[in-house]
């Protein structure tokens, strides 16, 4: 009787630590910004130095150059880094430009949704060209 009491215990006590499965809270339209068919591209940026204004601004640019891409503007992004050694202290500047060239055409779109993942806090703006 003993034994059976202590399996019993055991089989109860395991049952309930069993951990939860993890829901994926994230919206559909992160990976499938193609709803409805309407032509339409998401961008993110994780947190930025600049703070949460930049990090809009950083997520926005990059939806904007994929609707850019899919409606046939020519997209071409550089980066420039400049490094400053002085001593032991060294500085890090990076420049990111993006240049845009169309046949007379503009990009008219308008931001559909934005999500902000509470556990990383990488910023996901959804948008659609007009």
Not at 42 to 56: E, I, L, P
Not at 71 to 100: C, E, N, P
Request: net charge positive; hydrophobic share 40%.
């Amino acid at each position: 009787m003993r034994y059976f009491t202590l399996l019993l215990f055991t089989i109860l006590i395991s049952a309930c630590s069993q951990p939860k499965p993890v829901v994926d809270t994230r919206p559909v339209w992160i990976n499938a910004p193609y709803i409805d068919n309407e032509t339409a591209a998401v961008g993110s940026a994780h947190t930025h130095y600049y703070g949460k204004t930049a990090q809009r601004k950083l997520a926005i640019s990059r939806a904007l150059d994929e609707l850019a891409l899919q409606q046939g503007v020519k997209v071409m992004t550089q980066t420039l880094r400049h490094d400053k050694k002085a001593g032991s202290r060294i500085s890090a500047k990076s420049d990111i430009y993006s240049y845009q060239t169309s046949d007379n055409k503009t990009v008219h779109a308008h931001i559909k949704a934005i999500w902000r993942n509470p556990r990383t806090d990488e910023l996901f703006v959804w948008m659609v060209a007009d």
